[in-house]
């Protein structure tokens, strides 16, 4: 028998969010098969209440940074040429504005990355140690590493300031140091002071399997976290949650156990963001021109190609980017390709070619983000 799933409900109440009960005990189903087609269903039906309460305010993504990773990782090693080892990846903050259940508006930060935070972790400090003894490690580190704007940055750009963010979120914490936006209570190595919150009195919001994972990790999993924050600052959830009509972080697991991905309702219909994927070929490989990736879909029979440093459950990640399908509508400009906007997405640069994304979004901007909402 399916047990709904357990929520934390004292602090849904205090930020105006509410549990969502489509998707109660669908990630427990066993066989693994019948798991798949429970979570397809619930998404579908969870999809026409979503799209019937409402939409956000305003949402807008602005670029960070694009840092290396590796092709290998990128698709499930279905890259069936030669190539670089290393492609980028362009990592994009969304601020999204909105009202909770209460009818409070509300303003959200999504990865808020800041890259001298990133660097500081183990997966990051190997891969610079190796490029740092590799013969012109130089001219790679300029080919794959550009920086566009820091998280305080783009709120001057929309015209916001600290005190007018309500929470930040991640969808997962690989390589992300929570320190440079919650604050420290002790100075970082190398620097003389404690850290203030980059977002002045925002809680960032954590589902409760990645901040145990943050807390107690496992020899697989150290190297892509980095930890030292008061776990106060965090607001814990289970499962899935609205924060209010049109804004919702669905439960994705299997990129990591507490991966979530922000799903949003707009004048164009139902965008989702996540890193399950860094390019729409991973959600769409039928229509991928990166060489292998499609073969990879026919070969095995596989809808997804997911990103795939997956230490925890691949057949989960599956499951959750079908969910993430299954909610996603078409977009507008080219109705084949889903309106699925990776939270950081593979750089279409000519250097990386024939490793380049095969369609991409470039952003989503709907409304005008306001100051003062608070």
Known sequence: MVQPAQQSGPDLTEI???PIPEFDGVHDVWPRGKRLAAVRRAAAAYKERFKAQGQVRAVKSVDIAAAPYPVAYAFHNAVSVPTLPLISM???MITVQYDDWNGAPRTLVFEPTVPDGSAQAPFYQNLRKFMDKVPGGDLIGKAVLKYYNEPGDV???????ADDIDFCTFDHLHVQDPRMILGSTEAIEGENTPRRPLFGDARMLVHSRELATLQS?????????????DPAKFV???GDIELGPG???LWTPGHTDGNHSLVINTPDGVWVSSENGISLDNWQPELSKIPGVRKYHERFGREICPNANTLEDSLDQYDSMVKEKTLAH???RDPRWLQILPS???APWKRFWPVVPTHVHGGIGYGEIEAGLR
């Open 16 to 18: 105006g969010a509410r």
């Open 90 to 92: 362009i990592n994009r």
């Open 155 to 161: 709120l001057t750009k929309l015209g916001l300031s």
């Open 217 to 229: 990790l496992h020899p697989m999993q150290w190297a892509w976290y980095i930890g030292g924050v």
């Open 236 to 238: 814990t959830f289970d």
């Open 247 to 249: 804004l919702t972080l």
């Open 330 to 332: 078409p977009g507008k």
């Open 344 to 346: 950081t997405e593979l």
